[in-house]
T-cell receptor
Framework: GEDVEQSLFLSVREGDSSVINCTYT??????LYWYKQEPGAGLQLLTY?????DMKQDQRLTVLLNKKDKHLSLRIADTQTGDSAIYFC?????????????FGGGTRVLVKP | NAGVTQTPKFQVLKTGQSMTLQCAQD?????MSWYRQDPGMGLRLIHY???????DQGEVPNGYNVSRSTTEDFPLRLLSAAPSQTSVYFC?????????????FGSGTRLTVV
């Protein structure tokens, strides 16, 4: 079945790299996404990766996809206090009805000065 | 600004009351959906629509109704509010195949049922 899991919390010092991990169970994903949610706001699409890719880099963001282990990660280089937020991974399945995305529970990232 | 607009931002209801959460988008997206967000549970899909006149249930549809008479609007109705429906509700839209664009989310409606 569909299940996307993330760790609940990550604390990192300003200037360090953050790595947020996500595991999923369904291998029929087409796209995998990372969203950011700041306090009191909706979710904002950060980046995505197509399921036939292993890595994607976009400025400070690096997405790694390990299809064998069904593991997705988001690395944020030079983490800033403005990166403090909840990060959600999500997958879109080939078989999903309509356009459904399945979301993980979110990882709360706290950046300490 | 283009995007997804949700109203109201905050609402307090008494148990048993009904209300409608509004969602409108101006991007001509075919797909619209409603999620609820509860602490530690991520986002759970309530209902979705793949186009005007077409709706379907998500994971947690009980206690909620939707309709889609136009491409732009996708209201969510709570029929008889219960404390278990206290949550933050998000409306999201996308092109028919989200692909590289993913979803565009509204800013949410925080609902408290007392």
């Amino acid at each position: 079945g569909e299940d996307v899991e993330q760790s609940l919390f990550l604390s990192v010092r300003e200037g360090d790299s953050s790595v947020i991990n996500c595991t999923y169970t369904d291998s029929s994903s087409t796209y995998l996404y990372w969203y950011k949610q700041e306090p009191g706001a909706g979710l904002q699409l950060l980046t995505y990766i197509f399921s036939n890719m292993d890595m994607k880099q976009d400025q400070r963001l690096t997405v790694l996809l390990n299809k064998k282990d069904k593991h997705l990660s988001l690395r944020i280089a030079d983490t800033q206090t403005g990166d403090s937020a909840i990060y959600f991974c999500a997958e879109k399945l080939i078989k999903a009805a309509g356009n459904k995305l399945t979301f993980g529970g979110g990882t709360r990232v706290l950046v300490k000065p | 600004n283009a995007g997804v607009t949700q109203t109201p931002k905050f609402q307090v209801l008494k148990t048993g009351q009904s209300m409608t959460l509004q969602c409108a988008q101006d991007m001509n997206h075919e797909y619209m959906s409603w999620y609820r967000q509860d602490p530690g549970m991520g986002l759970r899909l309530i209902h979705y629509s793949v186009g005007a006149g077409i709706t379907d249930q998500g994971e947690v549809p009980n206690g909620y109704n939707v309709s889609r008479s136009t491409t732009e609007d996708f209201p969510l109705r709570l029929l008889s509010a219960a404390p278990s429906q206290t949550s933050v509700y998000f409306c999201a839209s996308s092109y028919s195949r989200a692909g590289v664009y993913g979803y565009t989310f509204g800013s949410g409606t925080r609902l408290t049922v007392v």
